[in-house]
């Protein structure tokens, strides 16, 4: 494979890494502890830190940023699906909820979640930005405000609906929701050169993602950063009210045990982009200034439910760009926020993946994985948080110290779920599925639309019955002028302390109900280059 890509010119960018004068540590071999100094240290390299590393370097600013994942690139990435999640996804894709409700997927990796996702790039919905300012008092990040932010990031990492047919996985959505007379779109996704294999969640092995792995976090280490890798950071260091660096401790390569060598970064500013549920645990283990209890609250999910279809025709849901088609039919129903919204995408279906999906052993799970290259599966995401009954989840600290997202079910939610899953299911019979079922422990198959909605209304939605999961995190650290609910103010500056800022999805005061990667990018590149003319 490695052969094949040189072949057609695609080199790693990180082969070459010591010729080029790049500065990368890998803490797992560290004989010492390790200190540093920096103008500014960036916590986390996805979206959100990955774009404030490049601006601030870029600068003149001595930068240097902090991974707990690995550095894993496109020499290494192989589409071996139980490797990848294994390297590149944070407790290995077995990150939950408290009590193990809901699994929320993220990317523990150099590139953060940017290296492992599907690639859909939308912009923030316009109904979310007129929210926040009007709910939260947000200050300039209106649509207005950020189309400058989005269109340099679009430009950079190429991102435009994709070109190409869908793959039979996301035509299926399209042909249900044309013979219903739902709206739908197609996907706009960072990639150049795409080579439509299908394995976007593995890493991609020809480096046309363009993640942050791939554009800004090189651009930072070409301009002067320093990247260190497999380091988790525990606290902030503080003088008073001000913040002087962090401190954390390096991980072993590959068994995510502590090395007992220990990271010091001092710096004048510090910038958190851990992700939503890890930068309020590392402000709460910090024991950060919180008058109005707001930090970790006030955390939300795009909630996903499933449901699955098969169908006469083969639809090979593993090959092929893994979402092109989407449909916002359902997501601002008639703009009245006393309905939760829902927005329809495709799910690939890599062979682990559906077998984890469908549970079961033996003949049932044999039987089941036979009829996979006949099988889709459509998902909702909920957008959740704009509304009194969906307040969302709260980051706490477990008792070891480790960030954990409680997120209970409200009534309003789990309605929401049934209206969509009704939805997924009409659709999918629209479109020429023989046989439905829901992602549900007790949902069996159902041969009629009738008869599954019949279903559908029977079964209980509760957390271990229903299958939920999310690849979305946002909240917790919510961003705006009324103090009193926001953590951060208009620029992602933290409200009680001095020389921090956030910027990552955690600055979100409610779900955005589209993929947020470039919501993150535009927000982050923003504030990012404010911070840079004041520094």
Known sequence: ??????????????????????????????????????DVVVVGTGSGGGTAAEVLSEAGLRVVMLEEGMLKSSDRFNMAEGEAITDLYRDAGLQSTKGEGIYVFQGQNVGGGTTINWCASFRTPTQTLRHWEQNFGLKGCGEDDLAPCFEIAEKQLNIMKWPAPPNKNNEILKRGAEKLGFSWGVIPRNVDGCWDLGYCGQGCPVDAKKSMLVTTIPSALQQGAKLVYRVAVNALLREGDRVTGVEGFAYSQDDRQRTGK?????????????????????LLRSDAPDPYKRIGKRTFLHPVINSYAQFKEQIDPYYGAPQSIYSDHFTWPEDDETQIGYKLEVLPLLPGTYATLQGGHGAVLHESMTKLPNTHVLMALMRDGFHEGSPGGSVELSENGRAVLDYPLTSYLTDGMKHAFETMTEIQFAAGAVATRIGHR?????????????A????????????????????????????????????GRFRHLENLSIFDGSLFPTSLGANPQLSIFGVSRKFATKLAETL
Do not use: F
């Open 456 to 491: 559908i209304g029977r079964l209980p939605i509760e957390l271990g019955k229903a299958s939920i999961s999310s690849a979305h995190v946002m909240g917790g650290c919510a961003m705006g002028e009324d103090e009193t609910q926001c953590v951060t103010d208009s620029e």
């Open 1 to 38: 494979m490695q052969h094949e890509i040189e072949v057609a010119g695609i080199e790693d960018p990180y082969r070459n890494a010591q010729e080029k004068g790049w500065k990368i540590v890998n803490a797992s071999m560290l004989d010492d502890d390790l200190v540093l100094e920096a």
């Open 442 to 454: 007790d949902s069996a198959w159902h041969n009629s639309l009738s008869e599954a909605k019949e």
């Open 262 to 282: 220990k990271v010091t970064v001092s710096a004048k500013h510090v910038v958190l982009a851990a992700g939503a549920i890890h930068t309020p645990g590392i």
